[in-house]
């Protein structure tokens, strides 16, 4: 199965952790992420990325913080660009 490289800033891992309820195996990936300059290197198949991009998509919908629901809307339409390049 072949995984994308994605880059992540510090401040998207961190929107991931602290704010979904993602899967820890999801999650780990970001934790030990390879740093390239200002970014995080994560690797994710296919569908570990789109699972990913749902529990982003559903904290999105579920917060009342605007501010935390316009940065997870952010995440959410960075990561569906990439999804759909490779699919």
């Known amino acids: 199965m072949n995984e994308i490289e994605i880059k992540f800033t510090p401040q998207e891992r961190d929107l991931i952790i602290d704010h979904t309820f993602a899967d820890p195996g999801l999650t780990k ?48 339409n960075k990561l569906s660009r990439i999804l759909e390049k490779y699919e």
């Open 29 to 76: 990936r970001l934790k030990i992420a390879e740093i390239k300059g200002k970014h995080l290197i994560a690797k994710y198949s296919i569908h570990y990325l789109d699972d990913l991009i749902g529990f982003i998509a559903a904290e999105a919908n579920h917060t009342e913080d605007k501010k935390l629901e316009k940065k997870l809307d952010k995440l959410f």
